[in-house]
């Protein structure tokens, strides 16, 4: 569940089609949409990007681990090291990249299987 203060630690799985927020625990982050109903708000249109950043300034972690899954840095990416300054740390290896490019990778193989 989204908190409001600061935490410990975010994970960030990115690639360029889209983003998962995880906590301290691996649970999933759920990002709200809430600010596209807002009143004058109806004209404008959100990225998965901006509800993300609007997740993680809620959320205030004091590390951000940010998991590049297609091991691409990003407009986005350098924002958010800008934004978090100290706290950003990038992976491309470990356990969770591991799990998130294998399953995006099955994925794609699926969708490619399921055309032919």
């Known amino acids: 569940m989204l908190r409001l203060h600061g935490c410990n630690v975010v994970h960030l799985i990115y690639s360029s089609d889209k983003s998962i927020l995880l906590d ?6 759920i990002t ?3 600010i596209s109903k807002a009143k004058y708000l ?3 249109s959100f990225s998965s990007n901006d509800y993300t950043l609007n997740s993680l300034l809620s959320l205030l972690p004091k590390k951000l681990y940010i998991h590049l ?3 691409n840095i990003d407009e986005f990416i350098n924002t958010l090291k800008l934004v ?3 706290k950003v740390e990038l992976c491309t290896d470990c356990d969770i990249c ?3 490019k294998n399953l995006e990778h099955n994925l794609k ?3 490619q299987n399921t055309k032919k």
């Open 24 to 29: 301290e625990l691996k649970n999933i982050i």
């Open 32 to 34: 709200t949409d809430n």
């Open 42 to 44: 109806s004209d404008i």
């Open 69 to 71: 899954i297609d091991n």
């Open 84 to 86: 978090f300054d100290k």
């Open 98 to 100: 591991t799990l998130y």
């Open 109 to 111: 193989h699926s969708k």
